[in-house]
């Protein structure tokens, strides 16, 4: 058998030792004090994106950056081509609707098409839960999953994990209610992975319709209330409920969704005083959560999640290219 | 006629209890008797000495008629699922399928039990039957209108056919590609609770013991759904079951890292239905084991999971995969044989899958014991879609006879 005892504190690690993966697909494939090397590359960029008018870095100049969003998406497709170009990447968009690529060999004839293309890295979104990583096998270049059907979405709890990080100082003891429709959301699975490895409490929060069976296994405590899923929590984590699963098919309407687990100033009285509100967007105002919450100057972290996205987002460029790009101790 | 002796076997006889020394004598094409017999001056002498002598495999429920697949796997009868291009819901389809092995391979359709397979009208069972038909089948999908159900079982017992039927309960079934669990929502995919598999034979127990129609399920793979099969069965209920090897050895963990050959329907079920399938086979409750037979190339598997189509390539491993049970003491050989040969064929009405005098002239010689490693880049089969690859196993059949003739 070999050696499979985790270190508790991050292993005196340099260079690609430090991240020894070719792509980046699931935050299930990562060690806590990987995650945490994330992070801190991620706040160097975010620093940068604050402190200067001019952005530019130009590591990745000369470098081809595809965005292959097989899924419509507009906040996360911007978020990874500003990174790109921050870096000083070529940045191309391929926009593929669904129904260009409903066949298998189109998919995988995509994923050759671009490898063909000599791409340096590739970032991909699909509506199928597999599908970035059938790609990856592929193209010889880094793939970064922009998420994959209700799999992951590792950049997402990544700039999650680093808002928390910089509002919070940390994650041990830290409570996390994840609300809404777990069920169908890649962003809630990859935050509970990555959470629950950083030391946080983290609690599933969801009507029994939209709760996936075994949550446990994925690191969260389930709960069916939302008042008793709040009580006490340090962050509040909501998700965004698809309009197509309101009408009666796991919810009876909106209405009686947002009086059962919308975010109300009320409600989030129940959460600790100094509680963060937190939403990977779009928001549906007046459904999961309300205005007064996700406008609250203090306690919403809504746009610094997105402004963190930008700066993950670099951070994961840059890592992935380091071998190609010969970077010392990467190459 | 031509009369050949097979000796120095050892016969796996579905009717006998162990296996046993003795002679087949064949006529034609068909087995003139077995057992201690003196052979006759004029017969041509086998000597299958060091090998187990069988009946031909009869796979009960197969979606492709994939000759070499099946002559791999000693089966040398196989009953063709009504899920075609063209559904076989209709006489001429019918009698083209029976067509599509002979000579050396017989293929046994299952008429479509509605047009169409779209669960609303019957189909022309009758007819079908006349053209070769033996038996009625509502496919990959169970018939969810119980008023359309109760009318099939009734009409196909009137006509003496069993209807062979995929217990799933569509409604819970969904587009579910997993069942309910750990694996299913660590890799996101949409799932079903096991108990679909339950609701679906409940009802149609029901339908069965109102029509007193004969019906097959054709793949059981729940503790649940074994439990109710038990009690129909200790009623009096003319009720069988299968199950193919991939539940018997397989868990749902198999499909991490979205292994699309381990998608299939009904889905792998957890660690525990897994055992209870395992003890269904030991206490008697399982009838028959099939391959469930379903080539699929790159073009249908090598997409991301929930859009890979259901099914394995199981023809070639079916016999050495069930031989497990006999090396784990689940089941003797002989009675290995009655699941994979004599019931099947009892079901499909004809006359094989047994060592009487008057049945059809389909053995093999297996060797039960002959170690290879399952290749899905080298296999017989049409495809080589098989959850099992680079598994080690043990059991070929060396040598298969069909009517009479060596192939």
């Not at chain 1, 005196?12 to 801190?40: C, N, Q, V, Y």
């Not at chain 2, 009096?236 to 299939?264: E, H, M, Q, W």
């Not at chain 2, 016999?319 to 040969?341: K, P, Q, W, Y």
Request: aromatic share 4%; hydrophobic share 45%.
């Amino acid at each position: 058998m070999p050696d499979i005892t985790v270190p508790s504190a991050s292993p005196d690690l340099t260079g690609r030792a430090l991240f020894p993966h070719r792509h980046l697909l699931s935050i299930a494939d990562l060690k806590p004090w990987e995650i945490r090397f994330l992070l801190d590359e991620a706040e160097h960029w975010a620093r940068a994106n604050r402190g200067n008018a001019r952005k530019h870095d130009d590591r990745l100049a000369g470098m081809t950056q595809i965005n292959a969003f097989f899924e419509n998406s507009t906040r996360t497709l911007l978020s990874f081509e500003i990174a790109g170009k921050r870096l000083g990447a070529d940045v191309v968009n391929m926009h593929a609707g669904q129904s260009s690529v409903k066949k298998g060999e189109t998919l995988i004839d995509t994923a050759m098409t671009l490898n063909a293309m000599a791409a340096d890295v590739i970032v991909i979104r699909h509506a199928s839960s597999g599908a970035v990583a059938l790609i990856a096998d592929k193209v010889d270049c880094p793939v970064l999953n922009a998420g994959d059907g209700w799999h992951q979405h590792p950049t997402q709890a990544l700039l999650d994990a680093l808002t928390i990080r910089r509002r919070k100082g940390g994650f041990e003891g830290l409570i996390v209610a994840i609300c809404g429709d777990v069920l169908h959301s890649r962003v809630a699975r990859s935050n509970m992975l990555c959470l629950a490895a950083l030391g946080a409490q983290v609690r599933a929060v969801a009507p029994p319709t939209l709760m996936p069976p075994e949550v446990e296994m994925l690191g969260a405590t389930p709960f069916h209330r939302m008042d008793e899923g709040l009580e006490g929590a340090d962050v509040v984590m909501m998700l965004r409920l698809q309009n197509e699963r309101m009408d009666g098919a796991f919810i009876p309407s909106p209405r009686e969704y947002h009086m059962l687990y919308g975010l109300t100033q009320e409600r989030l009285a129940i959460a600790k005083p100094d509680a963060l509100v937190m939403h990977p967007g779009p928001m549906n105002r007046g459904v999961e959560i309300s205005s007064v919450v996700a406008d609250h100057p203090e306690r919403s972290a809504i746009t610094e999640q997105v402004e963190m996205g930008v700066a993950i987002r670099m951070a994961c460029l840059d890592i992935l290219t380091r071998q190609a790009r010969g970077v010392e101790g990467w190459a | 006629m031509n009369k050949l002796a097979i000796i120095n076997g050892k016969l796996a006889d579905p009717a006998g209890q162990s296996l046993g020394n003795g002679v087949v004598l064949i006529e034609g094409d068909r087995i003139a008797a077995t057992g201690d017999i003196p052979v006759p001056e004029d017969a041509q002498r086998i000597d299958a000495a060091g090998l187990v002598v069988a009946p031909g495999l009869v796979d009960l429920g197969v979606f492709a008629t994939d000759k070499p697949a099946f002559h791999f796997g000693g089966i040398t009868r196989a009953a063709l699922m009504p899920d075609q291009s063209l559904p076989l819901d209709e006489a001429g389809l019918i009698r083209q399928a029976t067509r599509a092995g002979k000579p050396d391979f017989w293929v046994h359709p299952i008429a479509a039990a509605t047009r169409g397979l779209k669960g609303t009208e019957l189909a022309e069972i009758g007819m079908m039957q006349a053209a070769g038909a033996r038996a009625v089948g509502t496919g990959r999908q169970w018939i969810a209108d119980s008023g359309v159900m109760m009318r099939v079982l009734a009409y196909a017992s009137g006509l003496g056919l069993t209807v062979i039927t995929h217990a799933e309960d569509g409604g819970l079934a969904g587009k579910a590609v997993a069942t309910s669990g750990e694996t299913a929502t660590r890799l996101g995919l949409p799932h079903a609770p096991a108990c679909a598999e339950a609701m679906a034979i409940a009802r149609d127990i029901m339908l069965a013991r109102v029509t007193g129609a004969a019906i097959h399920f054709r793949l059981v793979t729940t503790g649940a759904g074994f439990d109710l099969i038990r009690a129909a069965k200790a009623e009096g209920l003319k009720v069988s079951c299968g199950i193919s090897p991939a539940y018997l050895f397989l868990a749902d963990n198999a499909v991490t890292d979205f292994r699309t050959f381990a998608r299939l329907s009904p889905p792998l079920r957890s660690e525990d239905d897994r055992k209870a399938s395992i003890a269904a086979v030991a206490d008697g409750t399982v009838d028959v084991i099939t391959s469930s037979h379903d080539p699929r190339g790159p073009e249908d598997k090598r997409l991301p999971f929930a859009d890979a189509s259901p099914g394995m390539a199981g023809a070639e491993t079916l016999l050495a995969l069930s031989l497990n049970l006999v090396r784990d003491g689940h089941v003797s050989l002989n009675r290995l044989m009655t699941l994979l040969s004599g019931n099947p064929a009892k079901i499909l009405g004809v006359n094989a899958g047994s060592f009487a005098s008057g049945s059809a002239a389909d053995l093999i010689f297996i060797d039960p014991d002959a170690p290879w490693i399952v290749d899905s880049e080298k296999m017989a089969a049409q495809a080589g879609n098989t959850p099992f690859d680079r598994m080690p196993v043990q059991g070929r059949a060396r040598r298969i006879m069909k009517g009479g003739v060596f192939l």
